[in-house]
């Protein structure tokens, strides 16, 4: 009772807007066990300083998670980054839509933290290069730069998988 009066409304933006924030943080953290780990450390931000967030409240736990996601990339303590490229087999719909946001969700893996975090911020979040850059702390220079590096990697990285269901589909007797 005490916490439920405490964090006012918390319930109901996890609710709301948990999926769509979740979402966000694997797309920053590049998988979802991390992703998992940032959104979680951007609600214990956010419930530290509950009495003095008035505005905005789910405004200010995107900022955060940028924020730490930042934070990792410019850590002078450099870890290895892992990532598993192998993921059990699932049941497969056969559409092509779900190969290829697949196949992104790999690419953005790929790249670099700051790339990603980049990228995440300017084409799933919709921010622009003015806001991308305040909310990272860096010029929109920066911002044009990363994003066109991490595009052009993105390019490369997906030329490959394009060559390769061209072929699979002309071999299959589906293409022309």
Sequence with gaps: MLWSRRFDGLDALVAERGNALLATAVLL???RAA?????????????????RVREDRERYL??????????????????AEVFITYEP??????TDALDL????RRALAQLSPRQRT???LRYWEQL????????LGCSVGTVKSTASRGLARL????????????REHTSNGTGR
């Design 29 to 31: 953290a590049g998988g």
């Design 35 to 51: 992703g998992e780990d940032l959104l979680q450390a951007a609600l214990e931000r956010l419930m530290r300083s509950w009495g």
């Design 62 to 79: 995107r900022r955060t998670m940028y924020h730490l996601a930042v934070d990792q990339w410019r850590s002078r303590r450099r870890r």
């Design 89 to 94: 087999p699932g049941a497969s719909d056969g």
């Design 101 to 104: 946001r697949d196949a992104m």
């Design 118 to 120: 980049v990228l995440v």
């Design 128 to 135: 622009t290069e003015a806001e991308t850059a305040e909310a």
């Design 155 to 166: 390019r490369e990285l997906t030329a490959n998988r394009d060559l390769e269901l061209t």
